[in-house]
């Protein structure tokens, strides 16, 4: 039987612990890694830390989830670009805000991204911003597949990602995080693994806009 207070605790633990890291490693983003050490002494001298783009966008994941109860992909584009306009001093890339502009001017949330870059981005941002999805699906292994395809699509759409491997790095991101939600911590490492690997064996295409089939 699953403890659903501890699952809640993981949940919270999840998303805090995304939005802490992302702001402290802001000001080490580009450069050399850093020790443990470094890291406490970061956090001892941080009176107030401040997310980027990246914890703003997982934001707009998270309420786009609860809002349509599963994976709308317009609504969930238009979240982003409405959390955007809020904040847009938040570090954003000059990519998402070209694809927001696009999808305002009413270019398919889903093809925006395609414009862009050479047909999309190779960049990691979508697996950054994943997090939710991994929460939202915790029991649900079969649905974590295109959901964090059509999560990851408003912004990063290349053909690589797209077609056979679609993203490899998103899905195994929130397949790690759905692991750790049912997992002991000993195991999550060799899971965690194991996942990244399942996720790039067999060819994968959307079949739709909205995992639930909301409108």
């Not at 956090?43 to 707009?60: E, V």
């Not at 904040?87 to 395609?114: C, H, K, M, N, T």
């Not at 079969?142 to 797209?162: D, N, P």
């Amino acid at each position: 039987m699953v403890d659903s207070e501890q699952v809640r605790r993981k949940f919270l633990g999840s998303l805090l612990g995304t939005a802490i890291g992302d702001a402290m490693g802001a000001s080490r983003e580009g450069r050399s890694m850093v020790s443990k050490h470094e890291i406490g002494g970061m956090a001892r001298i941080s009176h107030r830390l401040h997310y980027t783009d990246d914890t703003h966008m997982t934001i707009g994941v998270a309420e786009s989830l609860i809002e349509r109860h599963g994976v709308d992909g317009a609504h969930m584009a238009g979240r982003f670009i409405e959390n955007y306009l809020k904040e847009p001093w938040r570090g954003y890339g000059p990519g998402p805000p070209r694809v927001f502009r696009l999808i305002e001017s009413g270019v398919p949330w889903d093809q925006a991204a395609s414009h862009i870059y050479h047909g999309g981005s190779f960049g990691n941002g979508a697996a950054m911003r994943v997090a939710p999805i991994g929460l939202f699906l915790w029991n649900n292994h079969a649905g974590l597949r295109e959901a964090a395809y059509l999560s990851s699509i408003i912004t990063h759409s290349h053909g690589l990602f797209s077609s056979w491997r679609f993203s490899d790095s998103c899905r195994a991101g929130a397949r790690i995080i759905l692991l750790s939600k049912v997992r002991k911590p000993m195991s999550l490492k060799k899971s965690s693994k194991t996942s990244y690997l399942n996720c790039n064996k067999e060819p994968y295409q959307s079949e739709g806009n909205n995992l639930y089939g909301q409108d």
